[in-house]
């Protein structure tokens, strides 16, 4: 039989004291190594108290998205079975790219308490300090990559959900951007790579702003950006939040891969606010206006123009123009 670890048990019995004795029958282990790994397990930020009546005690689990804690209890087949975790790193859409180039299996999760680098859509920078979920998926369907937008869309739909089970009323701004009451919250940045008829990997990169404080934000940034603390007006459980973001993402990329697409896309569009607004559009090539009469399969925009006529546009900024 496999051995539990120290904080397994210690988890399992929350809450109440376990002796050396006991931890040391459970997990294989000398009490001398129990002791240090309680140690290890302190130096990570648990606070366990320990007593040489009663044994050890897990009071509390630090605020940080440790492989062990988000792992705990995880409903996921595939998103999450394995997960890399960094105090601080440059990207972790670089770092998910490299591990999956390396061969990293189907649903690795790459997260960071701190980026130094976050990137963003469009070449842009993304805002990443302390109190966020920035997260980076490993993905491997079987698809072209011209279906790689409904991995990108299953990712904005889970967002939404899991910001909506904390109370947030979450939509998708087209793209992919996830907006309460008008505001940034959370983007998705996906990266594919393979050949043209086939995908090898995605790199699905979500940034979620969760405990960033007002005077964290950068001033131009609070115009256009908010986060759940500022929404909710509480500190919000990033552990659970990203926990079950990783859940939602993997029923519907299970879902996906029975072939459930198109479930997906109109989930997708039924929380996104664009659809149905007159809208301005900057693209690469110059703005044009039009009432936003849908999205297709690909991830365009349709716009209607006054004439009545349709074009479809892959990417560019959606302002809503108020009427
Ligand atoms: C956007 O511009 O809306 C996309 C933002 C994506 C940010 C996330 S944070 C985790 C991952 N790592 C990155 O460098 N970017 C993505």
Redesign the pocket.
């Known amino acids: 039989m496999e051995k539990s670890s120290v904080l397994r048990v210690l988890k399992e019995r929350e809450g109440e004291f376990v002796s050396g004795e006991e931890l040391a029958r459970a997990c294989g282990v000398s009490r001398a190594a129990i002791w240090k790994r309680v140690n290890q397990l302190r130096l990570a930020g648990y606070e366990i108290e320990a007593s040489t009546r009663l044994g050890y005690r897990l009071l509390s689990v630090p605020d940080l998205l440790l492989p062990d804690e988000l792992a705990w209890n995880l409903g996921t087949a595939v998103v999450g079975r394995r997960i890399v975790h960094f105090d601080e790193v440059?990207?972790?859409?670089?770092e998910a790219k490299s591990l999956a180039v390396g061969g990293a299996e189907d649903g690795t999760a790459v997260v960071?308490e701190v980026?130094t680098?976050?990137?963003?859509?469009?070449g842009?920078g993304?805002f990443?300090p302390k109190g966020?979920i920035?997260?980076?998926l490993v993905l491997r369907p079987r698809i072209a990559p011209a279906d790689a937008p409904k991995i990108m869309m299953l990712a904005a739909s889970s967002v939404v959900v899991a910001l909506r089970a904390i109370g947030l009323p979450a939509e998708i701004k087209w793209p992919?951007?996830i907006v309460v009451r008008g505001k940034?919250i959370?983007?998705?940045?996906t990266e594919v790579a393979g050949q043209p008829e086939v995908v090898d990997h995605l790199v699905v990169?979500?940034?979620v702003n969760v405990n960033i404080r007002r005077e964290d934000f950068p001033r131009d940034l609070l115009l256009s950006a908010t986060s759940a603390f500022l929404e909710v007006g509480k500190t919000v459980d990033r552990i659970s939040l990203a926990r079950y973001l990783l859940e939602e993402i993997d029923s519907r990329y299970r879902a996906f891969n029975e072939g459930r697409a198109d479930d997906i896309l109109r989930e997708w569009r039924s929380a996104c606010s664009t659809i149905g607004k007159r809208v301005g559009l900057k693209t690469g090539f110059g703005a044009v206006r039009g009432l936003a009469v849908d999205v297709d399969e690909r991830g365009s925009l349709i716009l209607e123009a006054e004439d009545g006529s349709r074009r479809a546009f892959a990417a560019g900024e959606v302002t809503i123009i108020k009427e």
């Open positions: 440059g990207s972790t859409n670089e960071a980026q680098g976050g990137r963003g859509r469009l842009r993304w990443s966020g920035w997260l980076s992919n951007d940034k959370a983007g998705i940045l990169g979500i940034g």
